[in-house]
C-alpha cells in the first residue's frame, strides 16, 4: 500500500539524492562525508520510502555508514524508539554486522535481551545472519517468549529453538511435497482436470511461478477466473508477464470473452504489447503520469514504451526525468531498462551511478551493462562482488561480469 511521506528535498540536492536511494547521492556523499552524514542517519531515522512495501533502503544505508566510516550510535539510539523505528535502525544495524560490524551485533543482541519489540528484531536477524550469530540467543528468547500475549511467528529462529505454532490453529499451508515433484507438463494438466479447485490450481501456478515459462499454460487461463469473483486467480497476471508476446494472439480472442476478468486480463496483455500506433496515447500518459506526480504507475507506462523501442524515442527524456526525481525507487530499474531498450546510448551515462543504487533490480541491470572500458566500473563491480551487504544475487551477477574483464583490457 502506498501511502504519503514528508516532503522530498529537490533531486539534485545531496539530500534529495539520499532521500531517495540513487547512486549518485552516495557518490556525492564520499566527496563530502561531513556534509552527508547528517542526512545519512535523517533517512534512518524517518520513514521516507514512498512504498515500504517495495523500496528497498536498508542496503544503502548501510554502505553509507560504512563507507563514510560514520558512527553507529545514532542508529543505536533508535532503538529505544517506536516499532518502526526500532524496525528501520535494526535493518541496518543487522547488515552492518553481517558486514564484520561487532558493535552493531552486539547492540542488537542486547536488544533482545532487554529491548521492548525484540520478537521482530530477532526475527530479522535470524533471516539475515547466518545461525551460529543467533544461536547464543536461545535461553533468552525461551524466557522472554514466555512472557508474551501471543506466538511467534513460523520458520527461524523458532523452530531451531523448538518453538512452531500450534498446527490446529495457526498453521501456515504447507507445498504438498508430491505435487512439486510432478514436472510442467503434469502441473498444466493438474489445472485443466475438472476436479481441480481454486486452491489447487494457485498452488501449481505457485510451482509454475519457479520454472521456466511454458507457452501450454496460455490455452488453460480461461479456466483460471477466481470462483464467485470477477478477477483471476492470484499467480496468473505474473504467469503471463513472463511468458510475453507468446499469450498475445491469445489475448485477441480473451478480450470479446463475456466474462469481464477474462476481457480485462486480455486488455492488460495486448496492453503491454503495444505497436507504433499506441505510441502517441502512451507518450501523452507518461506526461501525464509525470506532471501529476503520479510516482506509482508510470512503470507500467515504461514497460509498454520499451516493446514499442527506437520509434519511442520522445520518450527518452521524461524517462530520465522520471529516473532522477521518483522518490519510488523500485520503479527506477523499468525506466532505466525502458531507456536502453529505446535508445541503448542514452542510458550509458546513467550505468555508473546505478551501479550504487538502492534497489537490487537496478545494480542487475548496470552490473550487467556498464561499460567495463571504464577503470571505476571495472572496480565498482569486483567491490560487489565481494561485498557481504549485497544481495546474493547482485554479487553473483558482478562475479560473473567479472570473469570477462580480462577481454576487455
Known amino acids: 500500500m502506498t501511502y504519503r511521506t514528508p516532503s522530498y528535498a529537490p533531486h539534485d540536492s545531496l539530500r534529495g539524492l539520499l532521500q531517495r536511494g540513487r547512486g549518485l547521492g552516495h557518490l556525492r556523499a564520499l566527496d563530502d562525508p561531513a556534509a552527508a552524514a547528517p542526512y545519512v542517519y535523517d533517512c534512518v531515522r524517518q520513514e ?104 511467534p511467528g513460523s520458520g527461524e529462529p523458532w523452530e531451531h529453538f523448538g518453538i512452531t505454532r500450534d498446527p490446529a490453529t495457526r498453521q501456515a499451508p504447507q507445498p504438498d511435497p508430491d505435487r512439486a515433484r510432478l514436472g510442467t507438463d503434469a502441473l498444466l494438466a493438474l489445472i485443466a482436470e475438472p476436479g481441480t479447485t481454486a486452491v489447487d490450481k494457485v498452488g501449481v501456478l505457485r510451482l509454475l511461478a519457479r520454472r521456466d515459462p511454458r507457452p501450454g499454460l496460455i490455452p488453460l487461463v480461461p479456466l483460471l477466473g477466481h470462483p464467485g469473483y470477477d478477477r483471476p486467480l492470484p499467480g496468473l497476471r505474473a504467469a503471463l508477464r513472463r511468458l510475453g508476446v507468446r499469450a498475445v494472439p491469445e489475448a485477441r480472442v480473451w478480450v470479446s470473452d463475456e466474462r469481464p476478468w477474462l476481457a480485462a486480463l486480455g486488455r492488460e496483455v495486448l496492453d503491454d504489447h503495444p505497436g507504433p500506433e499506441a505510441l502517441p496515447g502512451l507518450l501523452r500518459e507518461l506526461a501525464d503520469l509525470r506532471h501529476q506526480e503520479e510516482w506509482c504507475g508510470p512503470d507500467v507506462t515504461a514497460r509498454r514504451l520499451a516493446h514499442i523501442g527506437p520509434p519511442a524515442a520522445d520518450a527518452v527524456p521524461p524517462l530520465r526525468t522520471l529516473l532522477r526525481e521518483t522518490p519510488h525507487s523500485y520503479e527506477r530499474a523499468d525506466y532505466l531498462r525502458a531507456i ?12 555508473e551511478e546505478c551501479l550504487w543504487d538502492c534497489e537490487e533490480r537496478t545494480l542487475l541491470i548496470a552490473v550487467a551493462a556498464a561499460p567495463a572500458t571504464e577503470p571505476e566500473v571495472r572496480a565498482r563491480v569486483v567491490a560487489l562482488r565481494d561485498d557481504p551487504l549485497e544481495e546474493p544475487d547482485v554479487r553473483a551477477a558482478a562475479a560473473e561480469r567479472t570473469e570477462g574483464f580480462a577481454d576487455t583490457t
Request: hydrophobic share 40%; aromatic share 6%; with cysteine.
Open 48 to 151: 521516507w520510502r514512498w512504498d515500504r512495501q517495495c523500496d528497498a533502503r536498508a542496503r544503502y544505508h548501510a554502505r553509507l555508514l560504512r563507507d563514510l566510516g560514520l558512527p553507529i550510535g545514532p542508529l543505536l539510539d533508535l532503538l529505544t524508539g517506536d516499532e518502526e523505528s526500532v524496525s528501520r535502525a535494526s535493518g541496518v544495524l543487522e547488515l552492518l554486522a553481517l558486514a564484520g560490524d561487532d558493535e552493531a551485533a552486539e547492540g542488537l543482541r542486547d536488544y533482545v535481551r532487554h529491548g521492548e519489540h525484540w520478537v521482530g528484531v530477532l526475527e530479522s536477524n535470524a533471516s539475515e545472519w547466518p545461525r551460529d550469530r543467533w544461536e547464543g540467543l536461545r535461553e533468552v528468547a525461551l524466557e522472554r517468549i514466555a512472557g508474551e500475549e501471543e506466538e
Open 340 to 351: 536502453a531498450a529505446i535508445a541503448p546510448g542514452a542510458a550509458e551515462d546513467l550505468y
